[in-house]
T-cell receptor, first 117, second 116 residues
């Protein structure tokens, strides 16, 4: 089945550090990838839709300069949290859908737990 | 606008008993409906989907869900619960008639605990 790999699984760093999270589709091409943020005991909040070869589409309230998304190939999207602060601590999850058809399920990475000290 | 409601934050069921996790949705057009399961510190795993056709959909690990258009519901069910089914379950909807047609909207999740 479709596999999405997300790396790293956990990051602990000091305030002011920039952190890059990678999301790879291992056995399929993903024109579109999604980045979510999940707070404890809450649902997933869509942050942005990452489109290969073009700019990401950010959801309302998500700072594009804070959360930089790059989707340079059909199998890799990266999320960079720039100058991270404690309030950015969260669980970040990416997902991807094979092909362009909306009836396909999204396949999720295992998430990255980001802790900013 | 599209939305998903999971009215129960927590569902407890004894091992071996049938389980139901409820989900209702609201979309302006035709819905694509999905169920996902999340284990601690993991991403979401796809369980099943309804696109069209039979209202009863069978998925992974013995789970099934019934699409009810009149009640706008898509409840997740399993005839006999296992302790290993204990996890967080998310219902999601995609409105294929809108823009950003691949976006999923998630419910708030239901924590299922199967008691040995």
């Amino acid at each position: 089945g479709a596999v999405v790999s997300q790396h790293p699984s956990r990051v602990i760093c000091k305030s002011g550090t920039s952190v890059k999270i990678e999301c790879r589709s291992l056995d399929f091409q993903a024109t579109t990838m999604f980045w979510y943020r999940q707070f404890p005991k809450q649902s997933l909040m869509l942050m942005a839709t990452s489109n290969e070869g073009s700019k990401a589409t950010y959801e309302q309230g998500v700072e594009k300069d804070k959360f930089l998304i790059n989707h340079a190939s059909l199998t890799l999207s990266t999320l960079t949290v720039t100058s991270a602060h404690p309030e950015d601590s969260s669980f970040y999850i990416c997902s991807a859908t094979p092909g362009r058809y909306s009836n396909q399920p999204q396949h999720f990475g295992d998430g990255t737990r980001l802790s900013i000290l | 606008a599209q939305s998903v409601a999971q009215p129960e934050d927590q569902v407890n069921v004894a091992e071996g008993n049938p389980l139901t996790v409820k989900c209702t949705y609201s979309v302006s057009g035709n819905p694509y409906l999905f169920w996902y399961v999340q284990y601690p510190n993991r991403g979401l795993q796809f369980l099943l989907k309804y696109i069209t056709g039979d209202n009863l959909v069978k998925g992974s690990y013995g789970f099934e869900a019934e699409f009810n258009k009149s009640q706008t519901s898509f409840h997740l069910k399993k005839p006999s619960a296992l302790v290993s089914d204990s996890a967080l379950y998310f219902c999601a909807v995609r409105d294929i008639s809108g823009t950003g047609a691949n976006n999923l909207f998630f419910g708030t999740g239901t924590r299922l605990t199967v008691i040995p």
